[in-house]
């Protein structure tokens, strides 16, 4: 088991903020720590706040060479995100508040096939019914896998000694499947999304790796030729999936906010980092008790 000391980090809030839909709490240690389980780059992480330690201290359950291989840059620790909330106007009490609240969130570095795909899934559905297809759709290549959870039993009982996870399926496993056998996931309408998505990227119609190279508006117009791709499922697939921080995903709180606080256009001067603003906002507003203080208004459409 990893001790480590990090700064600027709230796993709460980075699992919370809609990011990510393979970060899920496993077990609580001493009634008051909770382990998360997170499933990223063919791999499956625990990490949790140290019980014996202060605020910045966490134990993980890779070795240290994993560490800075792998999960440095998929939390994007070498990153000071105190020069994200610099951006923030000193009078925007709101947002102060929110970046207040939600300090510790960062953007992770995810893949971006697992992104499009995922996001694609997540249009009209809650979040455990996502996190739901997300785990059936990777069971479905029957690529099972575990990890030693001992020590974690230990700490927390209800964690099992061995902990078995699915790798997300890459877009030629995907394609190999038929209609039923992707719809038996719950995908629903979005389906045949899916299998575009799937043979586009198979094909090489759609080069994802390419993609990572280019600006931001050409990235949007790629990820909105694939069907049932809209502007938010593009951008959440753009910030999330390729670290693009300019780009703000809107659902239905963050256009309510971006009405009632901001008279429904973003500053200017937030635009460089609105992708890293956005998730102070979004966590405060829709996830927490604070969320009732967003004016309900307009239609709720995701």
């Keep these: 088991m ?45 990490i949790s706040r140290d019980p014996k330690g202060d605020t910045d201290t966490y134990l993980a359950s890779c070795t240290e060479s994993e560490w800075e291989e792998y999960y440095k840059h998929y939390f994007d620790l070498t990153t000071d995100y105190e020069c994200y909330r610099s951006y923030a106007d000193p009078s925007d009490e709101f947002l102060k508040t929110c970046m207040e609240y939600g300090t510790g969130i960062r953007i992770l570095n995810q893949e971006p096939w697992e992104m499009l795909i995922s996001f694609i899934i997540s249009q009209r559905k809650s979040v455990p019914a996502i996190r739901t297809t997300v785990e059936k759709l990777c069971a479905l290549s029957g690529e099972e896998c575990f990890i030693d959870s001992s020590e974690w039993h230990t700490l927390a009982p209800e964690i099992p000694e061995r902990i078995y996870f699915y790798p997300f399926p890459d877009a030629g496993t995907l394609a190999g499947f038929d209609v039923e056998e992707i719809g038996s996931t719950g995908t629903g309408y979005r389906t045949g999304y899916i299998m575009e998505a799937a043979r586009k990227v198979t094909t090489g119609e759609i080069d994802l790796s390419a993609l990572a190279e280019t600006p931001d ?48 256009s973003w500053p200017e001067s937030y635009k460089p980092v609105l992708g890293v603003l956005q998730q102070y906002m979004f966590y405060y507003a829709r996830l927490e008790h604070e ?3 967003i004016k309900r208004t307009g239609r709720e459409n995701q």
Excluded at 17 to 46: D, H, N
Excluded at 239 to 251: A, I, K, M, Q, V
Aim: proline letters at 2%; one cysteine or more; a positive charge.
């Design 2 to 46: 990893l001790h480590l000391t990090i700064k600027d980090f709230d796993l709460t809030a980075i699992a919370e903020s809609g990011q990510c839909f393979r970060m899920t709490s496993v077990g609580t240690i001493e009634k008051e720590y909770p382990v998360y389980k997170i499933v990223a780059l063919g791999k499956c992480l625990l």
């Design 291 to 293: 969320k009732d203080k």
């Design 217 to 264: 508006e050409a990235l949007l117009e790629e990820l909105l030729k694939i069907h049932g791709v809209g502007i938010k499922v593009a951008s959440c697939t753009a910030l999330f999936g390729f670290h693009r921080l300019s780009l703000c995903p809107e659902d239905v709180w963050m256009k309510r906010v971006k009405e009632q606080f901001y008279s429904g």
